[in-house]
């Protein structure tokens, strides 16, 4: 049984911060990399951060100086650190965590952030 469980979302002003915690089971999470994703109403979902089993981070441009993504393979929980929210922010997030060689992996049921202003 796979299950990825996504938590820390909600209502913020613009300016902000939230952080969002992703707790995985089921899987071998060390060695998996994991994501964040986001999709705001009417667009597709897209990349926001990745980061692998050795801690290399990806970051899309939109984000970049303001996120950041972590991990703890002890809590098994991957992190998303956001600063100086914007409305543009405000989307769905996702957690996803792919095990290398592998095209596809698994998602989490995503948290709603708004950023109002």
């Known amino acids: 049984q796979v299950q990825l469980v996504e938590s820390g979302g909600g209502l913020v002003q613009a300016g902000g911060s939230l952080r969002l915690s992703c707790a995985a089971s089921g899987i071998i999470f060390s060695i998996n990399t994991m994501g964040w994703y986001r999709q705001a109403p009417g667009k597709q979902r897209e990349l926001v951060a990745t980061i692998t089993s050795g801690g290399f981070t990806n970051y899309a441009d939109s984000v970049k100086g303001r996120f950041t993504i972590s991990r703890d393979n002890v809590k098994r929980t991957v992190y998303l650190q956001m600063n100086s929210l914007i409305s543009e922010d405000t989307a769905v997030y996702y957690c996803?965590?792919?095990?290398?060689?592998?095209?596809?992996?698994?998602w989490g049921q995503g948290t709603q952030v708004i950023v109002s202003s």
């Open positions: 996803k965590a792919r095990r290398p060689n592998y095209a596809s992996g698994y």
